[in-house]
């Protein structure tokens, strides 16, 4: 599955951004889908995934209350819906996915196996 990722671009915090994940080749469906970002100088965290097949949520404690990841099927995309934007929620984010990911693994970059190509979000106070 090849997979682009837009939608980013510069916000005043308390702003609102939605990032998009937008598939080809298969049924995103399917596929686990998991955002993820990094910050300049730091290590690429989780933010949210949807699992496939099924549709549960999860999001880092950070975000919880502030992002919403959600799938649009008939678009073959996820998108994660950003609001109450502070500074600290620079970054690149990527969005990965995975046809057979476990529960457990949900939070580890290294077990999706497809990623877009990241795109950036900057929050200005």
């Known amino acids: 599955v090849q997979l682009q990722a837009c939608g980013g671009g510069l916000v005043q915090a308390g702003g609102s951004l939605r990032l998009f994940c937008a598939a080809s080749?298969?049924?995103?469906?399917?596929?686990?889908v998991g955002w993820f970002r990094q910050a300049p100088g730091k290590e690429r965290e989780f933010v949210a995934a949807?699992?496939?097949?099924?549709?549960?949520?999860y999001y880092a404690d950070s975000v919880k209350g502030r992002f919403t990841i959600a799938r649009d099927n008939a678009k073959n995309t996820v998108y994660l819906q950003m609001n109450s934007l502070k500074p600290e929620d620079t970054a690149v984010y990527y969005c990965?996915?995975?046809?057979?990911?476990?529960?457990?693994?949900?939070?580890?970059?290294?077990?999706?196996?497809?990623w877009g190509q990241g795109t950036l979000v900057t929050v200005s106070s």
């Open positions: 949807i699992k496939g097949n099924g549709g549960t949520t």
């Open positions: 990965g996915a995975d046809r057979f990911l476990i529960t457990s693994s949900i939070r580890n970059q290294y077990a999706y196996d497809y």
């Open positions: 080749g298969r049924t995103l469906s399917r596929y686990t």
